[in-house]
């Protein structure tokens, strides 16, 4: 029997604030804060607490495209297309020290689990590891031969995983600073790499569509997954280790039950290409990223962060600007840039089953609306023996 995902996937609520495509999300340890980064060189820090300002950050010079926060929650790490990783103090001053870490744009940002450094990715073909507190370059991997799109710590601090144009997963030590492993399986460039939380194994994602998830002890392919129809962008694993999301350029976002190998959920939300996704670190929201297609420059003003949530039940249907489900929730989107937050579990209140007028009522604001009934899902992952 299938392992049911804890809630149905929904959204919570909305912010705005970008003025332009998102382009990387990343949650606080503490759940108190969301990190969002875009191609207007902007980074904003939003308060999960409602009614709470966020906070705009300015001082990238170039499209940001990486955010991640320190496990203390102290700090905030950026990577931009002006070849600058920044670390900020995600406080009302925002106050930044800056790191002139490659000769190309930086794609990727991400720190160790003790905090003590972080590394970096970027299209000068480079993965670069460095001490957070005293500010300082500690050692380069350099056996890539395309750009390196992504690069991760392991669970554990021991090894680096990275993902790169030249088609190519790599596993590293990070002591010996040697390449264990390579995974040659993808057939077009690797966009992002993530490890499972157990450490074990790594997830990637590719152009060619697909989302390949090997063990790093015996480097065996565990799963194979050919569910979108075009380039996989961005994955994260549900802090069980027993689900994966997926964020593509076909706009759509894909929950994969890991335990079964089979897909549990499609959702339309975005009328772009979906360009990010993270859960949080409890597991109870995870927030996409993206961009409208048919966006006009005079619409880009107010990008818009959205959490809603719904009752229990498999047929929830999205939409390009909305979704009803069965327990009759309706949200909007308008013509713009946007990042999208999906929640499983908060302590605010549920809208009754009853009403669409409800739901209308309260986003009256909201200019467009879809109401799509439910169309089901018939996609399976491939679990290889």
């Known amino acids: 029997m299938a392992s049911p995902y804890p809630e149905d996937p929904s959204l919570e609520r909305h912010f705005k604030g970008h003025r332009d495509a998102v382009t990387c999300v990343d949650f606080s340890f503490n759940m108190k804060q969301l990190a969002s980064g875009s191609m207007d060189s902007c980074l904003m820090v939003w308060h999960m607490k409602p009614q709470s300002r966020a906070y705009r950050f300015t001082g990238h010079k170039d499209a940001v495209t990486c955010v991640n926060f320190s496990p203390s929650g102290h700090l905030l790490a950026s990577g931009s297309r002006d070849k600058t990783v920044r670390i900020w103090v995600p406080n009302i001053k925002g106050e930044s020290t800056v790191f002139r870490a490659h000769t190309a744009t930086v794609r990727s940002v991400h720190f160790c689990s003790d905090g003590q450094s972080f590394v970096t990715a970027s299209d000068d073909k480079t993965i670069k590891v460095w001490s957070t507190h005293r500010q300082k370059f500690l050692f380069s991997l350099s056996q890539h031969i395309n750009w390196v799109r992504c690069a991760k710590f392991s669970p554990d601090g021991r090894l680096i995983v990275s993902a790169s144009d030249d088609k190519t997963v790599k596993l590293w030590d990070k002591t010996s600073r040697e390449c264990v492993h390579s995974y040659c399986e993808h057939g077009g460039f690797v966009t992002y790499v993530d490890f499972h939380p157990s450490g074990t194994c790594v997830a990637a994602a590719g152009m060619d569509n697909t989302v390949k998830v090997w063990d790093v002890r015996t480097h065996r392919l565990l799963q194979h997954y050919q569910l979108h129809s075009a380039a996989v962008n961005a994955l994260s694993f549900h802090p069980s280790g027993n689900y994966l999301v997926t964020a593509s350029s076909d706009s759509t976002l894909k929950i994969l039950d890991l335990m079964e190998g089979r897909l549990l959920y499609t959702l339309h939300g975005h009328q772009g290409p979906a360009t990010t996704v993270a859960f ?20 880009s003003e107010a990008s818009q962060l959205i959490l809603m949530r719904t009752e229990q039940g498999p047929d929830v249907s999205w939409g390009p600007v909305g979704w009803v489900s069965s327990a009759s929730l309706v949200a909007f989107s308008r013509p713009e ?49």
């Open 280 to 299: 949080s670190r409890t597991g109870e929201y995870f927030a996409s990223g993206g961009s409208d297609e048919q966006v006009s420059k005079k619409w």
């Open 337 to 385: 840039a946007w990042i999208m937050s999906w929640g499983a579990q908060t302590q605010g209140s549920w809208l009754p089953r009853a009403s669409v007028l409800q739901a209308l009522t309260l986003w009256q604001h909201l200019k467009s609306l879809i109401a799509q009934t439910s169309m089901g899902w018939k996609e399976s992952g491939l679990l290889l023996p």
